[in-house]
């Protein structure tokens, strides 16, 4: 009986099946497949540098570390899933959370227009129109939000549009988190 010899490249493709295979298990096991990961947790915040948008209050470095927490919400006109969890943010705001806004490449006239037609729930709001404060920030796109703890430290950094399950089960637990640490 002779054994069959298989050529070294024919093992190739079926031990890299194999390891794909074990990369996708194991990615399907993660803790939070949704996360992205933030080297700003535990860190204070990076720096605010925004332009004003005509009639709106700004906000600077010292607004993150007034002693309240507060959320800094990235968004934009032109972002559908910022239009989606516009209302979340409005609950937010008639609860009193402190809510500022960044806008991202945005034109000062769309960004306006879309608070004026959706409400404004920012009690602060600013303009980042060349996108370098999102960079500082480690931003991938908008929405994106953050729970700073009343001293400026970074407590959760959630990219996408909040929901209520979000809400509920992530940015309300990292407040809760956010008050232990300035108490």
């Known amino acids: 009986m002779t054994k069959l010899k298989l050529p070294p490249l024919m093992i190739i493709p079926p031990v890299a099946f194999i390891a ?8 399907m096991y993660r803790d939070d ?15 605010v540098v925004l332009s004003t948008l005509p009639g709106k209050t700004a906000f600077d470095d010292a ?12 968004w934009a006109s032109w972002c559908a899933p ?15 959370v402190t ?17 004026d037609n959706l409400g404004d729930p920012y009690r602060a709001v600013g303009s980042d129109e060349k996108g ?10 908008v929405p994106e939000t953050f729970v700073i703890a009343g001293n400026g430290t ?18 309300r637990i990292a407040m809760k988190e956010a008050r232990q640490m300035i108490n």
């Open 154 to 171: 970074v407590v959760l950094r959630f990219a996408g549009p909040i929901t209520e399950s979000v809400l509920e089960n992530k940015i």
């Open 132 to 141: 370098r404060m999102a960079l500082d920030w480690g931003l991938y796109g």
């Open 99 to 115: 809510i500022l806004g960044v806008n991202y490449k945005d034109q000062p006239t769309k960004a306006l227009s879309f608070l």
């Open 20 to 27: 794909l295979i074990s990369l996708f298990y194991i990615g």
């Open 33 to 47: 497949p949704d996360a992205l990961p933030s080297s700003r947790i535990g860190q204070l915040a990076p720096p």
């Open 82 to 96: 910022c239009r989606a969890e516009h209302p979340q943010l409005e609950k937010l705001a008639e609860e009193g």
């Open 63 to 74: 607004s993150l570390r007034s002693g309240d927490v507060s959320l800094v919400n990235f």
